[in-house]
């Protein structure tokens, strides 16, 4: 579907300091591009410096737009930075009709591998500037959440074993290191790594195992460029399951590297499953979404069809 631009507003939420500046340094341009690319746009920038303000913003924009869509109009949210604000404006525009244009600045830039946005900002800004938008799904995960929350929406993969370690660890590290800072977190975690025990539930049936990881996914990357569910598909109604059974660290250090281009997939230890719902339980789990922390388990994990409107590239 394609977007006219007649006087509606385009709201651009930012996280200057995304990207360790990156985000700052480009704003100019990607301003500039969208008002050379819509003219007849008007175009809100709101530049944010904590999470909270970020939500909050981005919350009240789509309730804006919302209200403005029942006058004709067709205003959208515009996000840019890395991975924890997209999170931020899925979660906002999820189950209306505003569209969500990304525009990635950070270090990861999952969410764009996984809907097919370009990982370039300009790029990206021009999938804006043509308007097409495609409807896909969402991962709706409800438990006891982080910041008192039950419910939360996920654009791409839910990680409680090794991986979420990693990501947790990555996110408190002093190093920034671009998508580099994951791998040494993973080489880290990696010394004293043991298999966790996990419960739990696949569209009703029960599963008790021990395993690296079970990473739950919507769309397929993580890390910084890891291919985690890599068979996922954002408009097949489904969820992606990717268990890694217990190896050893050697060779769970053998995999890693293979999962930025999704050929650890091929190793016996690898399953991969798809579901509707799943109820991830387990001893010493902690569960990750979109690069941010979600919450202790159990989590509920349900894949929602048809929940979010984004600019995408015309096919």
């Not at 631009?5 to 591009?33: C, E, F, M, Q």
């Not at 298999?195 to 769309?219: C, H, K, W």
């Amino acid at each position: 579907m394609a977007l006219r631009y007649d006087g509606s507003a385009l709201s651009l939420v930012v996280n200057p300091s995304a990207g360790g500046g990156r985000a700052g340094r480009l704003l100019p341009k990607v301003t500039g591009a969208l008002l050379t690319g819509m003219p007849g746009v008007s175009l809100r920038v709101f530049q944010t410096s904590t999470w909270a303000e970020a939500r909050l913003r981005c919350i009240e924009i789509v309730e804006r737009a919302e209200a403005a869509r029942l006058g004709g109009g067709t205003d959208s949210l515009l996000v840019m930075g890395g991975d924890g604000m997209m999170h931020l404006g899925l979660n906002a525009a999820a189950n209306t009709g505003v569209p969500l244009g990304l525009v990635p600045a950070g270090r990861g830039n999952d969410f764009c591998r996984g809907v097919g946005v370009p990982t370039q900002p300009l790029a990206a800004v021009d999938a804006v500037v043509g308007g097409h938008t495609t409807r896909i799904d969402l991962m709706s995960a409800t438990g006891n959440l982080v910041d008192g929350a039950e419910h939360r929406w996920v654009g791409s993969i839910v990680s409680t074993g090794f991986d979420g370690r990693v990501n947790y660890r990555s996110n408190h590290s002093k190093m920034r290191l671009g998508a580099l800072t994951y791998g040494f977190s993973a080489l880290a975690e990696l010394s004293s790594f043991e298999p966790l025990s996990y419960r739990m539930v696949i569209d009703g049936v029960v599963r008790e195992q021990t395993a690296m990881f079970i990473a739950v996914g919507n769309a397929g990357w993580f890390g910084g460029g890891m291919q985690g569910c890599p068979r996922a598909s954002v408009t097949d109604g489904k969820l992606d399951l990717t268990v890694i059974n217990p190896v050893s660290r050697m060779t769970l250090l053998r995999l890693l590297p293979a999962m930025y281009t999704g050929g650890f997939v091929t190793d016996p230890a690898v399953e991969l499953l798809t579901a509707s719902e799943v109820v991830v339980d387990g001893d010493g789990l902690y569960a990750m979404a979109d690069g941010e922390e979600l919450g202790a388990v159990p989590v509920t994990l349900r894949a929602v069809p048809d929940t979010l409107t984004l600019y995408t590239p015309a096919s």
